[in-house]
């Protein structure tokens, strides 16, 4: 006994799917659909198979191989040109030379075979139809049968008017060879089309066996759902490669199931499965094999194939996911939706139901998609944000990812450049790293790693080695959701311009990447000794011996493994005693007079502004300092334990810039966001400099001062030296150094809105200032009689800021309530 599956269908109605793969590739239960035809097969003891190929014919032969592996012997017989299903038995006719049975690869059954094959011999005819009752059968070759069981009536996809019975062709027919006589060879010829019409008009006889059983013939996307969900509620046995852990929940191998998660069976999980703390799968849920699904993403009636990553909070619902695609978090699809291979879904995305995406479409953050997407690369699709590129660790920034985009960065630079290229202490950052460097080395730029270092000491080297660039590439945590960030600086070590980011970006979507010479390949040089000379000319900023005496005693929250190595040589040489609470150390502070440890007293992990400054009172410290893991961003507390606001703490920085020793030979300049206050001006005024108003982003703050070694909003320990410096100076405490600072009370809010209502309100409000005085540095910014209104429209998100500064709190709440209400009547 022989078979033939017929394996050649393209799976028109079940696109996107199909893209990628024929239809009997389409898993089922983490297995491709025509595994279980194969099994089927042979447990009735047919194990010598014919399958016939045509569209996409090597991903089936690549997987099966020669059958070995199921215990069975498969033959393949491709198909040229298109042969139909007749034909394409025909062409498989050399193996074919003893009864067989003919089968459809996208259709899954468990009917009995060895019943069918004794009914056909039992009648001794030609052909048998396998045969079953469907309540529609407008999709399937309708059938009336004789007492006798002979066909007398067929008629192939009726409609309701011709319709005269509900016994339907399943595709399962029994034939003998001698069948090939009536089927022209190498012609496209169709079993219910041709084949079967011609028998009955020339009155031979075809019978039908009506069998027991299920029948799921998956010839459309509704199909392909209800078939998994008629698995998992018992409708039909197959075997599933999984250990059942409770009531119809089954998990693969190698699979984590945070106990915090909630999972609601029926649900099956495939093999190497991370589903993370408060994800939520709710019943008839199918995860393929290596999907991470993150913490709060949830789950229900979906199916997901292979190597997804589902972020948190995102909500699926009735949708089918194919392989490699990224969900991101808060994201959203709706019943119906279909998404395809290497998909990318922004942030707060929604996709409506019934929305397909074609592979390769990266759909950008905040957007709605209502219809279908099949041409082009998606929408709001780019790579560089605020400051650089972000992306999910080994998911979206992948090595492979990293060299070309490195390839890319190459190609613009001129041949021979020279980069420095620095990474955190993380160590997929560091392997990114490497690659990075590799990548660049390929493209015919010269590159100098510094080794573990923050983007402060990065902008540093730019700067004192006089090269062309840098990168930076760390790990950051957004919501406790790890991303790598990677940064690009120009040769003055700020922040690229967009049209550099531009151009990078169209080099990597493009992918014409410059390839040197083999003997042209950049140079690699390793110079970590940057990071000392970083904190020796930090040091050599200040009035070291004055503040040496000082003796400042401080409570230091800091990353320790990426600043440890900054932080305490340079507070070791300004003579500061040290309240050490490391962000990623054990539960305990150590005493440093310098970086010499002292008795350890037991502290809780002051990780919070709160926090901090309880200790500081209770330890009687000068001051609390919390620095940011990359050590750009600090927070400061004085001694009364008030924690400084942004704001005045901007205010401080431009404060003791300005009166510092290393400006007194250079012009007095400092760059001050257009969204801070104005007492700035009233500073830079007492103090001889100017205040230089920009936009908020960091390379606007980041130009007017490209030509000093560090940058003041974004260099921590740079700040902090300065502040240090100016107290022991002044011999003043902080809280006596913001008294200096003239009183200012603002407000600030955000207003959500939709990307396209933007431009509108934007102009709606710049129409309504008309008679006020209007400043368009960045956003609008309208002038009242006791303040101002900054409206800033967000960079990465559709939002609003709204921020108002006036002579008393109340007037600036004021102020910002009324133009967070007139922006919300124009959203209206």
Known sequence: MKAVIMAGGKGTRLRPLTCNIPKPMMPVMNQPLMYYTVELLKEHGIKDIAVTLQYLPGVIQEHFGDGEKLGVNLKYYEEYTPLGTAGGVRNASEFLDETFVVISGDALTDFDLSKALSFHREKGGLCTIVLTQRDTPLEFGVCSLDEEGRITRYLEKPGWGEVFSDTVNTGIYILEPKIFELIPAETFYDFSRDLFPLMLEEDISIYGYTAEGYWSDIGDLVQYRQTHM??????????????????????????KVDPRAEVKGPVFIGDNCTVKSGARLGEFTIIGEDN?????????????????????????????????????????????????????IGMNSTIRPEVKLWPKKVIGDNSTISTSLVWGEGVGRQYFGLAGIRGIPNVEITVDFITRLAAAYGTVLDMDSEIVVSSDRDRYAQVLKRAFCSGLQSTGINTIDIGAATTPVNRYAVKVLSVSGGVHIRLVDEDSDPRILIEFLDNYGINTDKNWERKIENTLLQEEFRRANYKQVGDLKYLPQLADAYVERLAQGIRGDVVRRRHCRMVMSYDYENLSSLLMPLLDKLGCHVIAVTQNRPIQASYHKGSKPEVPREFPQYYTPEHLANSVQASGADMGVLIDRNGEKMTLVTEQGEVLSEDMKTALLVMVSLSSTEEASQEKKAAVPVSAPMVIEKLAEKYHGQAVRTKTTPRAVMEITRDSYFQLHFDALYGLSLILDYLADKNMTLSQLVKEIPEFYMKKDIVSTQWQDIGKIMRRLMEESKSREVEMIDGIKIFHSKGWTLILPGADEPVFHVISESSSLREAETLTADYVKKIKKMQG
């Open 230 to 255: 008629d698995i998992l509620e018992g409708k039909i046995k197959v075997p599933l490669n999984g250990t059942r852990i409770g009531e119809n929940i089954w998990v693969g191998q190698n699979t």
């Open 292 to 344: 991470t699904l993150e913490k709060g993403a949830s789950i229900k009636r979906s199916i997901l194939w292979d190597h997804n990553f589902v972020g948190s909070e995102a909500e699926l619902r009735g949708t089918i996911v194919s392989n490699q695609c990224i969900v991101k978090a808060k994201a959203t699809l709706l019943e119906g939706s279909v998404i395809s291979d290497h998909c990318s």
